[in-house]
């Protein structure tokens, strides 16, 4: 276990709607970061905030948002969904930019 | 086209063989590079992270390898354990950003 939580572990929605999803952090950790991974591919980059501020973003459109409170938690919110956005969406947390970071067990998340 | 590739796309090697997976990048700046390891249906575990000065790290039967140069790095996993069966991810970081790896897709057999 790597003390990175997520949740909900599925969730099931229908075009056009919108999700949030959240993410745990290891303790004493400042940093999170969000990616999509289709099956069968490697994770994609979406976001990173360090202490409380985005950090760095991938290539995805603005419908895909986030936010890290003052405890180092986060939120990823998906708006306007498409059959695309199905994936499983991974959260890590780091202490620092550089540094190990522990992934969480994910979000599975299903457009129809 | 990624920026990031991986070779082979998958390998399959009988338990107790060394086996050495590749990584060629094309990313810049360079600012660390990472290799993960991914069992089905878990995230991703850090294996070793190497910054532009560093040539080899280890963990354990693990040891990466970077030459920054040619912009390739190694993996090399040593006396193989049933429990190696993964996927491995290779992971560049041009300063606020991670493109990562389609992975390496390991299966060991007895």
């Known amino acids: 276990e790597t003390g990175v939580t997520q949740s909900p572990t599925h969730l099931i929605k229908t075009r056009g709607q919108q999700v949030t999803l959240r993410c745990s952090s290891q303790s004493g950790h400042n940093t999170v970061s969000w990616y999509q991974q289709a099956l069968g591919q490697g994770p994609q980059f979406i976001f990173q905030y360090y202490r409380e501020e985005e950090n760095g973003r991938g290539n995805f459109p603005p419908r895909f948002s986030g936010l890290q409170f003052p405890n180092y938690s986060s939120e990823l919110n998906v708006n306007a969904l498409e059959l695309d956005d199905s994936a499983l969406y991974l959260c890590?947390?780091?202490?620092?930019?550089?540094?190990?970071?522990?992934f969480g067990p994910g979000t599975r998340l299903l457009v129809l | 086209k990624n920026q990031v590739e991986q070779s082979p796309q998958s390998l399959i090697i009988l338990e107790g063989k060394n086996c050495t997976l590749q990584?060629?990048?094309?990313?810049?700046?360079?600012?660390?590079l990472r290799w993960y390891k991914q069992d089905t249906g878990r995230g991703p575990v850090s294996l070793t992270i190497?910054?532009?000065?560093?040539n080899t790290k280890s963990n354990g039967r693990y040891t990466a390898t970077l030459d920054a140069d040619t912009k390739q790095s190694s993996l090399h996993i040593t006396a193989s354990q049933l429990s190696d069966s993964a996927s491995y991810i290779c992971?560049?970081?041009?300063?606020?950003?991670?493109?990562f790896g389609a992975g390496t897709r390991l299966t060991v057999k007895p």
């Open positions: 990584c060629n990048y094309t990313v810049s700046p360079f600012s660390n």
């Open positions: 992971v560049v970081s041009p300063n606020n950003d991670m493109r």
């Open positions: 890590a947390s780091s202490w620092g930019l550089v540094e190990t970071q522990y």
């Open positions: 190497m910054t532009f000065s560093e």
